[in-house]
């Protein structure tokens, strides 16, 4: 997605790729091939192409005309990013539908085989709340942050290092090189706990990030896999939220971008209006409207550590639709994206 001259654009879904499957296999069959015919790493795209197609993907789908469009469009954004590192966060729905998780898997796969260095941060929200509840704990949420006590902390930090497994496992099968890691593993993240700890309880923030561990494995194209759980200096543990965390790693690592995948389409004009998505918005305008009140609740979280880290030096921030089947291609190989774009 390319930053606009407008401050704030108001706009539907991208107008030209009506089916998001038509993109993926335009692009593969015509676009990547080419590029990648004599790139040392065929046999990474081919499992990459190979997962894409258990997504379902109709192949007599595309017209002509969208072929030239996805062609000229896809082209320009390979060469841009290439060797280029995107921290992408991952939960919400993308992880709990299996369609949509082989979709953002397949994704991140083929950037990776076309030379895009991909960083997965990742939450697991739904499958904690599943878990607590077959303990008979409330899950209890203040401002988007889940409150967590000791007990829950425990369920957290379970959770999050299976979920890590599993991505590395479902990345590696799709013909990736995924490695997996807590905050605490190579003193990667650095804990301390929130300020409104007496709230919160164990949720932390970020006071620091150890970037060298993540640039090691990028400048081998491995894909690191990062779960939102760290230490303080103490060893206590602490639940950090994950959009939070791949902000701060984006800014630690020099990206060129951030992308959060969420359950909405982005940044709402009128939040009871899901037609109101705002397409790019700079950093005053997302002041501007959480003071009008038209960001709020969970989304707080989300647009502030895309502030902090556009203020820290990544050039671009993303909030789309992850239940958008490739919404990551879509967002990063497009022209207009699917979701709203913040910029300096």
Not at 3 to 23: G, I, M, Q, Y
Not at 51 to 73: C, F, H, W, Y
Not at 152 to 180: F, P, W
Request: contains cysteine; charged residues 20%; hydrophobic residues 45%.
């Amino acid at each position: 997605m390319l930053a606009s001259k407008t401050l704030l654009h108001v706009s539907p879904h991208p107008r030209h790729l009506e089916n998001s499957d038509d993109f993926v296999h335009f692009f593969k069959k015509k676009a990547l091939i080419p590029i990648v015919k004599h790139h040392h790493k065929n046999t990474c795209l081919k499992s990459s192409l190979e997962s894409m197609k258990e997504t379902g993907i109709d192949k007599d789908a595309i017209s002509a005309q969208n072929r030239v469009g996805i062609l000229s469009e896809a082209l320009p954004f390979i060469q841009k990013f290439r060797d280029k590192t995107i921290v992408v966060k991952y939960g919400g729905a993308a992880m709990e539908s299996k369609a949509l998780q082989a979709s953002v898997i397949a994704d991140i796969v083929l950037l990776s085989c076309v030379g895009i260095r991909i960083v997965l941060v990742h939450g697991g929200g739904p499958e904690i709340n599943r878990w607590l509840g077959r303990l008979g704990i409330k899950p209890n949420f203040l401002n988007g942050l889940r409150v967590t006590d000791a007990a829950t902390m425990e369920i957290v930090s379970m959770v999050l290092g299976n979920v890590n497994k599993q991505l590395v496992g479902l990345i590696d099968k799709a013909g990736g090189t995924a490695v997996g890691l807590l905050g605490i593993d190579g003193r990667l993240l650095t804990a301390r706990p929130s300020p409104h700890a007496s709230q919160l309880g164990f949720v932390g923030e970020v006071a620091r990030v150890n970037p060298a561990i993540l640039r090691e494995y990028i400048d081998k194209n491995r894909i690191p896999v990062i779960a939102s759980v760290a230490t303080d200096l103490a060893g206590q543990w602490y639940n950090i939220n994950a959009d939070i965390v791949a902000g701060e790693i984006a800014a630690s690592v020099g990206a060129e971008k951030l992308i959060l995948l969420t359950d909405v389409a982005g940044i709402l004009e009128d939040r009871d209006n899901p037609e109101s998505l705002v397409k790019e918005i700079n950093i005053k305008g997302v002041k501007k409207m959480i003071d009008e009140g038209k960001i709020a609740g969970g989304m707080i979280p989300k647009v502030n550590c895309c502030v902090r880290s556009i203020a820290q030096g990544v050039h671009t921030a993303s909030i789309i639709d992850g239940r958008l089947k490739h919404s990551l291609l879509l967002e990063i190989l497009t022209d207009e994206g699917v979701g709203t774009m913040i910029t300096g």
